[in-house]
């Protein structure tokens, strides 16, 4: 499933029966295929269940959540037309508290959840406008915010430049960081009984109409009842997958830099603080340990993980203008991420049109967020075989019906 070796699938659907000489291992109830944040809480929940659930991953825990910021934006990042997905971001959101408690008692590690609210702020009167228009569409969908002048922003956040138009107060949408919660989960799993295959999933194993394991880089079969697809923007690479069953997500590159805040600048930021300058998202987003992540650019560039001199100068300029003084701060890591982006922004969860394939994808700029409902809905699926009532506008098999009615 990796860019680099994915070769032209020549399975036909109902054809690829994994060969006699492949090395076997024993079955399991559940097969994950990717190790990321999304594939890692559906293994653990499917676990905790009393599945046999095994994981394949060359690097467990890795993948988008390796750069990802981790804002728990269900209120700041509402976009109009976006009213399903949010409703589901919110579910997950208040999920949060209760799912981060657990997995912390569950994997004896810190997850760095930070309850600290965020401020958007606007610089400019265009910038205004649009965050008023935010306001507006949070105030219509029921939300919590609060509208405050330039001077209360910067009470709020004196580190904010002087020409700071006015913002708005979001206390309910706060922040963990994902690298923990990637090596939490992957504990967590581990401690659940979870299996993990280090390597990459070459290929679907498809049998009798069904799903029925799949085939590893290194020729291993592995045989399971039922099959999640949860590889991020990989998930659509994946060989033997029948055509109409293969997942829309396609990867949407941002880039993301890492600073510090030495001691004696601390608390340089309280909260998340965010803007959009000259129509591109900035967010600064402050941790305890005294990590401050700035992103992100966001590029439909195909495979590409450069980080380039133009988008390491766009984002410090951004947010310079925003918080000027971010330039004393030591320069600590640049990187560059793929969101799995779906056609219409939301993820795409539960039975693919194949029997046994379930997909787990196509989470974009909420996987993080989505994480906590994403692992029980996946959970309930796969041993009820059916999703949940809140999860089912995001079942996959609204793109093929959409394309069905446009023929
Ligand atoms: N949710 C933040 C981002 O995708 O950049």
């Not at 070459?202 to 999640?228: C, F, H, M, P």
Request: aromatic share 4%; charged share 20%.
């Amino acid at each position: 499933m990796h860019p680099r070796t994915v070769h032209p699938s020549t399975t036909h659907p109902g054809t690829a029966h994994a060969r006699s000489t492949h090395p076997r291992t024993p079955a399991s109830d559940v097969l994950v295929l990717g190790g990321g944040i999304i594939g890692l809480v559906t293994a653990w929940r499917a676990a905790q269940r009393g599945l046999r659930t095994a994981v394949v991953d060359p690097e467990p825990g890795g993948g988008a959540a390796q750069v990802a910021a981790g804002m728990l934006a269900a209120v700041t990042e509402l976009h109009y037309g976006e009213q399903t997905l949010l409703a589901l971001n919110l579910a997950s959101a208040r999920r949060y508290p209760g799912f981060a408690a657990e997995l912390r008692e569950a994997s004896g590690l810190e997850l760095g959840y930070r309850a600290c609210g965020t401020l958007a702020v606007a610089l400019d009167a265009d910038d205004r406008a649009h965050l008023r228009e935010l306001h507006a569409l949070q105030r219509e969908s029921g939300l919590e915010s609060e509208w405050l002048s330039g001077r209360e922003c910067r009470r709020l956040e004196p580190m904010l430049a002087p020409g700071v138009r006015g913002g708005l107060r979001v206390d309910g949408d706060h922040q963990i960081d994902p690298r923990r919660l990637a090596a939490a989960l992957v504990t967590a799993c581990e401690r659940a009984g979870v299996t993990f295959h280090r390597q990459w999933a070459q290929r679907l194993t498809v049998a009798g109409e069904r799903a029925r394991g799949a085939v590893l880089a290194d020729g291993t079969a592995l045989a399971s009842d039922q099959v999640v697809l949860a590889a991020g923007s990989l998930s659509g690479q994946l060989e033997g997958v029948p055509p109409e069953v293969v997942p829309p997500v396609r990867p949407v590159k941002g880039q993301v830099l890492r600073l510090t805040v030495p001691k004696a600048y601390a608390p340089f930021l309280s909260r998340t603080v965010r803007a959009v300058v000259r129509g591109g998202a900035v967010y600064l987003v402050p941790r305890v340990d005294g990590e401050l992540v700035l992103g992100a650019t966001s590029e439909d560039l195909g495979w590409d993980t450069t980080v380039t001199a133009g988008g390491v100068y766009e984002l410090l300029r951004d947010a310079h203008e925003l918080v000027p003084g971010i330039t004393e701060l030591p320069l600590t890591e640049t990187r560059a991420g793929l969101r799995p982006g779906s056609p219409d922004n939301a993820p795409l969860l539960g039975p693919s049109g194949l029997p046994g394939l379930h997909l787990a994808t196509g989470h974009y700029r909420n996987g993080v967020l989505l994480t906590p409902v994403t692992g029980d809905a996946m959970a309930h699926v796969l041993t009820t075989g059916e999703l949940p009532e809140a999860v089912r506008p995001f079942t996959p098999q609204r793109f093929g019906a959409r394309e069905e009615l446009t023929v």
